[in-house]
């Protein structure tokens, strides 16, 4: 006989701030490594939404697909990161700005010792990212990018003050990036997609745990799903960690990998 469990309904509070408080305990990432002999390998957890039939975009935007709790987790898993970490494509698409301090929490981020804010980073190959993208410019925004990159666009965004990071040579890489990360002590990481960079950090097997909406409509088109990639890709398992339900309908499901790694993973400088 299999066991079945009820998902948890979310029923707003009467405040806002405890509905909040209450999503950031679920989904605070696993505490740090007491002991840090070597430097620890950042925990990457995705976001994104999609549609019952599996779409992630209405009219080439995932905005279609949002509703009040969708942005209560969007900005409680903000709020818990170190850093976000984001195609270039979607920042550009959805019309990304720097994160900003939110005030709900800046207690808790303190006592954690971040930032007020976590920092961007943008992957690009093509540095096709236009001169006028007001993230770019901040000291707190890193553009992660490859050795290929067109000189001409390497030094376009350099002239508008980006902090470019070459992550390989052809392309860049997911382990790549995670090692900036971790230089920078981001070990909380954030992915908001889109899809191809979800293709790739899946590929890499460097997912470690994957917060799903599921928007309560059907959508039908031809949009794509949360995971691009043009090769099938090694089956990951992984296993529920929590399923939230909103009086909206939305059903907010968490994913981590198994067998169970709850901990930050261990890299020696060697590896
Ligand atoms: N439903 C959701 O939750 C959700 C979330 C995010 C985005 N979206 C939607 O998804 C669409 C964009 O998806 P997408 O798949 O085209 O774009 P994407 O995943 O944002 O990824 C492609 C972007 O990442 C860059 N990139 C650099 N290195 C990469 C690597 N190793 N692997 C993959 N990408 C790398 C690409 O740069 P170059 O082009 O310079 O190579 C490109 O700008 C938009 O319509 C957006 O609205 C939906």
Redesign the pocket.
């Known amino acids: 006989m299999f066991g079945l469990q009820k998902a948890t309904q979310l029923t707003p509070a009467d405040d806002q701030a405890t509905t909040l408080r209450w999503l950031a305990q679920q989904y605070a990432y696993p505490p740090l490594p007491s002991s840090p002999p070597c430097l620890p390998r950042p925990f990457v957890r995705a976001?994104?939404?999609?549609s019952i039939d599996g779409?992630?975009?209405v009219d080439?935007?995932?905005?279609g697909?949002g509703g009040p709790g969708d942005k209560a987790v969007f900005r409680v898993l903000r709020a818990l990161a170190d850093v976000v970490v984001?195609?270039?494509?979607?920042?550009?698409?959805?019309g990304y700005r720097q994160p900003s301090a939110d005030d709900e929490f800046t207690a808790d981020r303190t006592a954690r010792d971040q930032t007020p804010a976590p920092a961007l980073a943008?992957?690009?190959?093509?540095?096709?990212?236009p001169d006028d993208f007001a993230p770019v410019a901040q000291p707190q925004t890193l553009v992660?990018?490859?050795a290929s990159?067109p000189a001409d666009r390497r030094s376009a965004l350099t002239d508008i003050g980006a902090t470019l990071i070459d992550?390989?040579d052809d392309?860049?890489?997911?382990h790549a990036?995670l090692d900036v990360c971790a230089e920078r002590g981001w070990v909380r990481v954030l992915t908001?997609?889109?899809?191809?960079?979800?293709?790739?950090?899946a590929q890499a097997d460097a997912l470690d745990e994957l917060c799903v909406?599921t928007a309560p409509v059907v959508v039908g088109g031809d949009?794509?799903r949360?995971v691009?990639h043009r090769d099938a890709l090694p089956t990951r398992p992984m296993r529920p960690v929590s399923i939230i339900t909103d009086d909206d309908g939305y059903v907010f499901t968490r994913w981590a990998r198994t067998p169970t790694e709850d901990t930050y993973g261990h890299r020696t400088d060697t590896d």
């Open positions: 976001n994104m939404v999609g779409a992630v975009t080439g935007r995932s905005g697909l984001v195609g270039a494509s979607t920042a550009v698409t959805e943008l992957l690009s190959r093509s540095l096709s990212i992660l990018t490859c990159a992550c390989g392309t860049v890489d997911p990036v908001e997609g889109g899809p191809s960079l979800l293709g790739s950090l909406t949009a794509g949360i691009s």
